[in-house]
């Protein structure tokens, strides 16, 4: 231990006794002589079990410690409790005197983890308040915590999937979201205290908490892949510099390669490199994504540019409308102007008509585009003087405003109050100065990133 204090870390009893779910059956001195020596070479934390905290307290009274905090914790092996259950082991364990509260419960669904973290922002929201309430009892619902120590607590929670797969798992990545203290995982994928237990090189660099460690926050936005079962698949995603796209499939034609996803330039090229091409690709003109079919090896061309954009601008209009559903969609009948005729410009085009929207192609040239979608035409010259009606929505899939050219915009703000709705694909920077001036005009905004998280998902 003293050859180890030198490093930051939680010092802990090896083993968690029986009482607590563990394999150990020694005797409690054994492991409280351990953290109190912890304690006195200077251990930033030590991680004491909540059956035996009073005792664990009571021995080191009257001594200093000035470096160490105290983890009071509580493990439950068999389910994760109800939310009042919760709060009341909250409350009971912040009246030992813990600096830090920690509960690791089992995942037996995912929802079960959702009530952990209700309680952390609850928790964290009583104890924030609390020093300035007189009735801690309305702000914490739950078991008052007869505790002077006025010290504000920071609460640590950790939900453990012990039996269960991976259900678990999103309390280790989300849990600085929800205000967790730290979060943890493993050295190696074999030596686990826990099923479900990522290790820290997961952590790190497939979660990429290395890079979110201090921006992981309430406004964090959470994407999710859902599915049952995990199908263990063998493969990998790899990013594929291609020249030429047709040489490239030839190249690569085993059915081990087995799929693509297509970007710019290669996408109208990609239509004559497949075997077969969905109608809806065939109509754009475009294909964003190559399936190898695994009876024959046949390559398929789709297109899904579109889906992404149109669901995220049908979801800016439901939003606008106070989220009501229909079976028909908020685009029907709405005067629908895209600024653009490339590839994005046909995707969003074809997607909106498909929809019931009245198309309006706003470009230097445009025939092409009308020709295969259908609809209106318009000189993006006329664009700013063009207001035949009021709540129309306006598209810009140009690159009109992407970093470096941050200031350009592809109408004036003037023309942007006859708009109930804006979109830019642009997305870096995220908020582009169309988007500024539309919000500033009254218009809901929907961003390229919100457009590329819908097409992923």
Known sequence: MQQHMTFSGIYSFPALPKLEGGMYDGGENKRLDALRLAME??????????????????????KTFNKTKVIVSSHNYQLTPSMEDLGNLVARIQATGADIVKIAT?????????????????????????????????????TRAKNTNEEYYRTMFHLLDLCVDDRGLISHILCAKFGGYVTFGTLESRVVSASGQPTLKDLLYLY?????????TPDTKVFGIIGKPSIGLNGVYVFLLVDDLANFLRAYSSTEFVGFGVTIPHKEAAIKCCDEVDPVAKSIGAVNCIVRRPTDGKLIGYNTDYVGAVTAIEDGLRGKHNGSSTTISPLASKLFVVIG???????LAYGAKAKGARVVIANRTFEN??????????????LDNYHPEDGMILTNTTSIGMQPK??????????LKYYSLVFDAVNTPKITRLLKEAE????TIVTGLEMFMGRTI
């Open 41 to 62: 070479l200077g251990a930033d934390y030590v991680d004491v079990q909540l059956q035996v905290a009073y005792e664990f307290y009571d021995s080191i009274r009257g």
């Open 106 to 142: 089992t995942a037996l669904d995912i929802t079960d983890v959702a009530r952990m973290f209700q309680i952390m922002v609850h928790s964290q929201m009583a104890d924030s308040l609390r020093k300035n309430s007189s009735d801690t009892n309305e702000l914490w619902p739950y």
């Open 208 to 216: 990429n908490l290395r890079q979110l460690s201090n921006k992981l």
């Open 341 to 347: 005729a490339d590839v994005a410009g046909k995707a």
């Open 369 to 382: 585009l009308l020709m295969q979608i259908g609809g209106d035409a318009l000189a993006l010259s006329d």
């Open 406 to 415: 941050v200031d350009e915009k592809p109408v004036s703000k003037h023309a």
């Open 440 to 443: 500033e005009s009254g218009a």
